[in-house]
């Protein structure tokens, strides 16, 4: 990785206003973004629908893709760390009962600012991460950080099941639990 925001981590920035950076690593991190896609950082007007709509908001991204689909989602990790507290996956969110991906994301959680049985569901990567806080009752703020235009490589087309690269939209996020900065989020849609 070269500096905070270098062109080799693959983004771009235009129209960025300093609050929207609290968790720009989720998509500078090589570990996790793919080296060959680039992200160019939007605001959300200029998204088309319904883009717009399914990403300028302050919902789990799981609850949003369910209504937009009317069809619950499953997730798929792709792949998945930990050091100490720290952990990271890369998940692809895809419609219950089908192969069908909806979603591609990235995550960072501080597993140490979570309960015990949260922890746990997470770690067993079974259910989609705002699931797992919906139904554990977690008192929890989605705060989107930035909204990105996305031109997919070759290893997030293959991550996404595309057939070819085409312009994706997305949204990098935090989510507080009990007011503390617990998640990071990276969130790409599908073409819609």
């Known amino acids: ?24 690593l989720v998509v500078i991190d090589p570990v996790l973004w793919p080296a060959d896609s680039t992200a160019t950082a939007i605001v959300a007007p200029d998204m088309p629908e319904p883009y717009r709509g399914l990403l300028a908001h302050t919902h ?8 937009h689909y009317g069809s619950r989602v499953n997730v798929r ?27 591609y994301g990235l995550v960072r959680i501080n597993l140490g600012l979570l309960d015990p049985a949260i922890r746990t569901a997470v770690l067993e990567q079974k259910t989609p991460l705002g ?4 139904e554990h009752n977690v008192l ?27 312009p994706l939209y997305g949204r990098t996020g ?10 990071a989020v990276l969130e790409v849609l599908s073409p819609v």
Request: aromatic share 4%; hydrophobic share 40%; glycine share 8%.
């Open 1 to 24: 990785m070269s500096d905070d925001f270098g062109e080799t981590a693959g983004i771009h920035h235009s129209s960025l206003i300093t609050h929207q950076l609290i968790f720009p």
């Open 60 to 67: 789990h991204m799981t609850v949003t893709v369910e209504a």
């Open 77 to 103: 990790v792709l792949a998945a760390g930990r050091e100490g507290e720290q952990y990271r996956r890369r998940i692809v969110l895809t419609l219950h009962g089908t192969d069908r991906i909806v979603q």
């Open 131 to 134: 699931r797992i806080l919906i």
């Open 140 to 166: 929890r703020r989605v705060e989107p950080t930035a909204f990105l235009r996305v031109e997919p490589g070759p290893t997030l087309c293959g991550h996404m099941a595309l057939a070819r690269p085409a």
């Open 174 to 183: 935090v989510i507080f639990c009990n007011d503390q900065p617990a998640i």
